[in-house]
């Protein structure tokens, strides 16, 4: 079939073109959504190297919108694909092995026992004393791995059930005490590519 003919042809133009245009928009909004995380974390590099694919592609996607805008196939594969992309970026940032939260945990009962429950568990727990609204409490902090959140908020609510927990994410950790870890570790930018195991 002649190159020509076979860009003109239906099978092209409703169905191969569409799902260009679908598979493209995951990959630049997926880039999108893994390019903001490298800047909050300030590995600007990498950002670099993801923003310019991410805009390249962008462009080759929206090009072909303008080139076919009687094709409403390719609007709903433009939209179908931001979606789905935003949906990947998100589940594949949750992979990266490098993410790390700050839970907060607030509680008007004595936290002792879970505390040394952390601890036990070689979770690092920093105690602080303070006054709520409501009189005395006591702020429990520790920097864990995303993955292990479940299993932390679990414990939490094993033994303070009333706690105030916040969790937030933490940009950049030079030092901390992790399970599976006897020392200090330190890690670098390149080992986020290093997939993680949900704790069981």
């Not at 090009?63 to 709903?76: E, T």
């Not at 094993?158 to 890690?187: C, M, V, W």
Request: contains cysteine; aromatic residues 14%; positive net charge.
């Amino acid at each position: 079939m002649d190159i020509q003919l076979f860009f003109a042809s239906p099978l092209y133009t409703w169905v191969i073109l569409p799902l260009l245009i679908f598979l493209a928009r995951i990959f630049d909004v997926t880039l999108g959504t893994i390019r903001v995380i490298f800047i909050m974390r300030g590995i600007k590099y990498l950002a670099a190297v993801v923003g310019f694919l991410e805009i390249l592609i962008w462009l080759l996607a929206i090009g072909q919108i303008f080139r076919n805008l009687s094709n409403v196939v390719c609007y709903f594969a433009y939209a179908g694909g931001f979606a789905s992309g935003s949906f990947l970026g998100i589940y594949i940032a949750e992979k990266l092995s490098f993410d790390k939260v700050l839970i907060r945990i607030i509680t008007v009962n004595d936290a002792t026992n879970l505390i040394n429950f952390l601890k036990t568990e070689q979770y690092g727990v920093t105690k602080l004393s303070a006054h709520g609204a409501e009189g005395p409490v006591t702020i429990v902090f520790s920097i864990i791995k995303r993955q292990d959140l479940e299993h932390v908020v679990s414990i939490v609510k094993k033994f303070n059930p009333q706690a105030f927990y916040s969790i937030q994410d933490i940009r950049f950790a030079s030092e901390g005490i992790f399970p599976g870890q006897k020392s200090f570790l330190k890690r670098n930018q390149w080992e986020i590519f290093k997939p993680h195991r949900k704790s069981k």
